[in-house]
């Protein structure tokens, strides 16, 4: 009775559980690909909202600088102070020549800009630099004109502060694992 107990019950539900095995493990695999590729697809549209950002504090900074007739760099950037460009770690204007005029902290060994990004900048877009390093952080820059009216007013170029980028500087904005 005990043999045909186990042949009875336990065999049919092994046998089961050994062919629902894959199906399962398949769609647990297949809930997490897509409930991954919806939290990387949220994380990106944030990265790309801070830029976004960034981007248009830039421009208001501008603004501000070149609204009201004369542009004396250093009075105008005493009078803005620091709150509204907290975001960047630097910011500096360069002119053509290649002279750095440092509005907030200082950029040391700037990126080249590249003729695509200079032909890019010149049609009034923004352009995103970025420097890797292998032992160091990753640095990123947003370049843009100064006046897109003239383009030969020079250009603006500020460093990123990456943990503001990615969001990282709560510790529980990303999910565990």
Same mark, same amino acid.
């Given at each position: 009775?005990?043999?045909?107990?186990?042949?009875?019950?336990?065999?049919?539900?092994?046998?089961?559980?050994?062919?629902?095995?894959?199906?399962?493990?398949?769609?647990?695999?297949?809930?997490?690909?897509?409930?991954?590729?919806?939290?990387?697809?949220?994380?990106?549209?944030?990265?790309?909202?801070?830029?976004?950002?960034?981007?248009?504090?830039?421009?208001?900074?501008?603004?501000?600088?070149?609204?009201?007739?004369?542009?004396?760099?250093?009075?105008?950037?005493?009078?803005?102070?620091?709150?509204?460009?907290?975001?960047? +770690?630097? !910011?500096?204007? %360069?002119?053509?020549?290649?002279?750095?005029? &440092?509005?907030? /902290? #200082?950029?040391?060994?700037?990126?080249?800009?590249?003729?695509?990004?200079?032909?890019?900048?010149?049609?009034?877009?923004?352009?995103?630099?970025?420097?890797?390093?292998?032992?160091?952080? +990753?640095? !990123?820059?947003? %370049?843009?004109?100064?006046?897109?009216?003239? &383009?030969?007013? /020079? #250009?603006?170029?500020?460093?990123?502060?990456?943990?503001?980028?990615?969001?990282?500087?709560?510790?529980?904005?990303?999910?565990?694992?």
């Amino acid at each position: 009775i005990f043999v045909l107990f186990i042949c009875c019950a336990l065999i049919p539900v092994g046998v089961l559980s050994i062919l629902s095995l894959h199906p399962v493990a398949k769609q647990l695999n297949d809930q997490s690909l897509g409930h991954l590729r919806y939290l990387t697809k949220d994380a990106g549209i944030s990265i790309y909202d801070r830029l976004l950002f960034l981007e248009t504090k830039i421009q208001f900074f501008l603004s501000n600088f070149l609204g009201g007739g004369g542009f004396n760099i250093q009075k105008k950037v005493d009078n803005y102070g620091d709150e509204a460009i907290h975001h960047f +770690t630097a !910011i500096s204007f %360069i002119i053509e020549k290649g002279e750095q005029t &440092p509005l907030k /902290g #200082i950029i040391a060994n700037p990126p080249k800009i590249t003729p695509e990004e200079m032909q890019h900048i010149k049609t009034g877009k923004t352009a995103i630099s970025i420097i890797n390093h292998s032992n160091l952080q +990753t640095r !990123i820059f947003m %370049i843009m004109l100064v006046d897109h009216k003239n &383009p030969k007013a /020079g #250009i603006v170029l500020g460093e990123i502060n990456t943990v503001y980028l990615w969001g990282t500087a709560h510790p529980d904005t990303l999910p565990p694992m």
